[in-house]
Structure formats: C-alpha cells, structure tokens
C-alpha cells in the first residue's frame, strides 16, 4: 500500500519538470547588442554580422562579439540592413 501512489506522484512531477524546460519563445543565442534583449537563435531569423559591420553599426563596445562574428537578432540585422542599402539589394 502507498507504493503505487508514490509511483504515481513521482511520474507526474517528472512529466511537469520537462514541460518547465521547453519554453516558448525563448533563444539560446542572446542578442550581441547590448542594448537589445532579444534572441540571435538562427531559428528565430538571427544573423551574424562581422565585427566591421557591427563597429561602424553600433560602435565598439556596444555589442559583444566571438570569433570575429557578432550574433544579432533579427530587428538588428534588419536595422542594420537599412544603413547598408548600397549593396546587395535582393
Ligand atoms: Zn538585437
């Protein structure tokens, strides 16, 4: 008696747990900006820039960079599109 109970409890919590973890709407990549909370997760429409790029952009040290690359979120990639017009026009 009680064990069966118990079993059942404990598959029950687990279940919640893993649906605690799957969070809606949330990246793994942070913006680079640092102005900007929003996700770089290519899956969300994220873009790398290159360190060049995001300098002239936002200047040096408003934004954090790997590898040469700086991963932002998409309204910053479209922002920075728009002050890139001249090329690559598609
Ligand atoms: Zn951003």
Redesign the pocket.
Known sequence: MGFKARARKTKADSGKDDKAKVKKNAGETP???K??????DKNLG?RSLSFDDATEMWGNGSFSSAKGRVR??????RSWKKENKNDDMY
């Open positions: 913006c680079a900006v102005s900007c909370e929003k996700w770089a994220g932002v979120c998409k309204s910053c990639y």
